[in-house]
């Protein structure tokens, strides 16, 4: 599975962004995915996952209640919409897929990566 993330940009604080992660297989209905980010200097944090139907999402406490994670299976598509942006969210973000729903915060499990897009949230 190849995935795309994009959507990323400059914000504000208190704006919003929707980021997208594109599949390139019709089987990603198979996979669990999860967003991470890492900021200069930082390790990679996980950020929130979604079951391979949809039904079932996680999140870090540092996003709850901020963040939501959704996906269009018919569109291989997985989102995340980003609302009231600090500026500690300011990171490259990361789609990542795996076979199993599970273990979410391991970011060693995922068996395939995006290639990152930037979130930067000024003051």
């Known amino acids: 599975v190849q995935l795309q993330a994009s959507g990323g940009g400059l914000v504000q604080a208190g704006g919003s962004l929707r980021l997208s992660c594109a599949a390139s297989?019709?089987?990603?209905?198979?996979?669990?995915v999860g967003w991470f980010r890492q900021a200069p200097g930082k390790e990679r944090e996980f950020v929130g996952a979604i079951s391979q139907g949809g039904g079932s999402t996680y999140y870090a406490n540092s996003v709850k209640g901020r963040f939501t994670i959704s996906r269009d299976n018919a569109k291989n598509t997985v989102y995340l919409q980003m609302n009231s942006l600090k500026p500690e969210d300011t990171a490259v973000y990361y789609c990542?897929?795996?076979?199993?729903?599970?273990?979410?915060?391991?970011?060693?499990?995922?068996?395939?990566w995006g290639q990152g897009t930037q979130v930067t949230v000024s003051s």
């Open positions: 297989r019709r089987t990603f209905t198979s996979y669990a």
């Open positions: 990542a897929a795996d076979g199993h729903y599970s273990d979410f915060e391991n970011d060693r499990k995922y068996d395939y």
